[in-house]
């Protein structure tokens, strides 16, 4: 509560819910399988770790700024003007920059109806008005997002594939939905889970981004990359979209050992096919064998699945949620994103994908934890 003599944030701040991360620890000695933050179970790349520690040395010394090394490993990887490439502390800071680049009041933002928690707060600290678009079967549906713009629409911001429902559109839904939006709307592509995708029809933005002049893309390193503990990701911009950035960015936004990671990572193309190999054979083993238990499971192109419960107390997701910590489990609870009778689940090792499906087996049978 502000008192009278408070300093007054601007308009829309306190109507920010803040963002609750994952869990990640339990009471003291328990050990946990922690399937909350959709982290990898294979690690960062041993190529990473290296470069990480051959810079520990040089902690003193100011990071490098433009990110020079970091944007040419990126450009290297995927063929990618590095000029259009900007870095940052994550995919959350940039997308926190575009915002606060291109909103403000007056304006409106959509994005859809369970899609990242992020994008309502970064859309009301800067002053504009959220507009969610409904989704269909937990699915974008690209004709809500476009019904919803309006002359104040500036920017819509599509995770692709979402989190927490994993489900994504296609590249010929999302470059339709681009070319029906006026030309003055910015299109955020949220590609955090690119990587994980293995359908034909998927496209992660850098098409559109390259021919458009209104499409930007943003990727992250916290994922399949195994770097969620140095906070790395970046954007495919337009030019003029990339000067602006350049221009609000923290000078040093990416530290020295973020950077030497990163590039030593985005160039270790086996540890990441690995990585996606590994969530290949064990996202459908998991959901096929809680679909087995009677549960419903949102089919998902990521490296988690979106778990329906009954909205009975004793069977629902809350009880399941306690249930599972008992059992040393933690999964996310997803009743932010409108999904109270829900769990979002993790792929993990192998032996914390059994360990869960047995708890599961184990609550819905009756047997104490």
């Known amino acids: 509560m502000m008192s009278s003599t408070s300093p007054a944030p601007r308009p829309g701040i306190l109507e920010i819910d803040p963002y609750v991360p994952g869990e990640s620890r339990l009471p003291a000695g328990l050990k946990p399988i922690k399937l909350s933050s959709n982290e990898t179970p294979l690690g960062p790349s041993p190529k990473a770790i290296a470069a990480f520690r051959e810079v520990a040395g040089e902690l003193e010394r100011y990071p490098d700024g433009s990110a020079t090394s970091l944007r040419a490993a990126i450009a290297a990887r995927y063929g990618l003007n590095p000029e259009r490439i900007v870095c940052g502390a994550g995919s959350d800071e940039l997308l926190t920059m575009l915002a606060h680049a291109y909103l403000g009041p007056g304006d409106e933002a959509i994005f859809t109806e369970h899609g990242f928690l992020l994008y309502r707060i970064i859309v009301l600290s800067n002053g504009a008005t959220p ?113 602006v950035l350049n221009r609000i960015r923290g000078p040093f936004n990416v530290s020295v050992p973020a950077m030497a990671a990163g590039a030593a990572a985005i ?73 109270p009778n829900c769990l979002r689940m993790t792929i993990g090792r192998e032996a914390d994908n059994r360990a869960v499906v047995t708890a599961l087996a184990d609550f819905l049978g009756g047997r104490p934890a």
């Open 267 to 339: 160039a270790d193309k086996a540890h990441e096919e690995a990585a996606a190999a590994h969530n290949e054979r064990w996202l459908p083993w998991l959901s096929a064998e809680i679909e087995k238990l009677g549960l419903k499971v949102t089919p998902s192109v990521a490296n988690f699945i979106l778990v329906h419960f009954a909205k009975d107390g004793a069977l629902g997701a809350d009880a399941a949620d306690k249930y599972l910590k008992a059992r040393a489990i933690i999964v996310r609870k997803v009743g932010a994103y409108g999904l």
């Open 131 to 243: 507009v969610v678009a409904p989704e269909t079967n937990y699915r974008t549906d690209t004709g809500a997002i476009l019904a919803r713009v309006t002359e104040r629409t500036k920017v819509v911001f599509l995770a692709n594939p979402n989190n927490p429902t994993g489900t994504y559109v296609s590249f010929d839904e999302v470059r339709s939905l681009r070319a029906q939006l006026p030309a003055s709307v910015l299109l955020v592509l949220d590609a955090a889970y690119a990587e994980y995708v293995r359908r034909n029809d998927y496209e992660a933005g850098i098409e559109l981004v390259a021919t458009t002049q209104n499409t930007v893309m943003t990727r992250t390193f916290s994922k399949i990359h195994g770097l969620a503990g140095l906070r790395l990701g970046w954007a495919y911009c337009p030019q003029a979209v990339a000067d």
